[in-house]
């Protein structure tokens, strides 16, 4: 069994940063690609960006600049920065990990997700 388990959410006003985290528990082998999802209401769950085992990053053309996906893997735990919000931004954000387990098959995980405000 794997969990997932953000926190960092919050309200801040427009402008303002916040600092997400993902960590990531139970039996592995190892974690390969991690992201952040978000979902606004009434809306589908869109890509936020990804950071591949290996460090390389992509990211939704509406975040860059602003966002950044980090990730530290003795902790087994993923980040993203985030700055100069804007109202948009506003949404759930969830975590997501692909890991490989001992047999060598990999899963998908979700955590469930942390609310992201933004509103002046």
């Known amino acids: 069994q794997v969990q997932l388990v953000e926190s960092g959410g919050g309200l801040v006003q427009p402008g303002g940063s916040l600092r997400l985290s993902c960590a990531v528990s139970g039996i592995f082998f190892s974690i390969n690609s991690m992201g952040w999802y978000r979902q606004a209401p009434g809306k589908q769950r869109e890509l936020v960006a990804t950071i591949t085992g290996g460090g390389t990053t992509n990211y939704a053309d509406s975040v860059k600049g602003r966002f950044t996906i980090s990730r530290d893997n003795a902790k087994n735990t993923l980040y993203l920065q985030m700055n100069s919000l804007k109202p948009e931004d506003t949404a759930v954000y969830y975590c997501?990990?692909?890991?490989?387990?001992?047999?060598?098959?990999?899963?998908?995980?979700w955590g469930r997700g942390t609310q992201v405000t933004v509103s002046s």
């Open positions: 997501n990990a692909d890991t490989l387990n001992y047999r060598g098959t990999n899963y998908k995980y």
